[in-house]
Nanobody
Framework: QVQLVESGGGLVQAGGSLRLSCAAS????????MGWFRQAPGKERGFVAA????????SYADSVKGRFTISRDNAKNTVYLQMNSLQPEDTAVYYC????????????????????WGQGTQVTVSS
């Protein structure tokens, strides 16, 4: 069982930055591929970014590519999402997710790929 706790959300002006963190409980954090998803009001939860267990491979949604960076510190059991050049359309509840994998270089892109979810953190970008 893995518990995920997100933090770092808040209100920011357009063009600003935020750094989200997701702390995971348990051991063998490096065995978990991690992802960030977001859900805006009235919309389905969608993929933002993913990172392999080793941290060596990543993937991004086209809408955030070049602005967001996912990273992880396996010694601290934490995954991060650095968000720069934020825009109002980035406003959403952001969730981190985890999936156990034997393949340290794999990441996953779909909601259904993940087993564990955090409670979410609100990000609001004002224009």
């Amino acid at each position: 069982q893995v518990q995920l706790v997100e933090s770092g959300g808040g209100l920011v002006q357009a063009g600003g930055s935020l750094r989200l963190s997701c702390a995971a409980s348990g051991r063998t954090f490096s065995r978990y591929a991690m992802g960030w998803f977001r859900q805006a009001p009235g919309k389905e939860r969608g993929f933002v970014a993913a990172i392999s267990g080793s941290g060596g491979t990543t993937s991004y949604a086209d809408s955030v590519k070049g602005r967001f960076t996912i990273s992880r510190d396996n010694a601290k059991n934490t995954v991060y999402l650095q968000m720069n050049s934020l825009q109002p359309e980035d406003t959403a509840v952001y969730y981190c997710a985890a999936r156990f994998t034997y393949y340290s270089g794999h990441y996953y892109l779909n909601n259904n790929d993940y087993t564990y979810w955090g409670q979410g953190t609100q990000v609001t970008v004002s224009s």
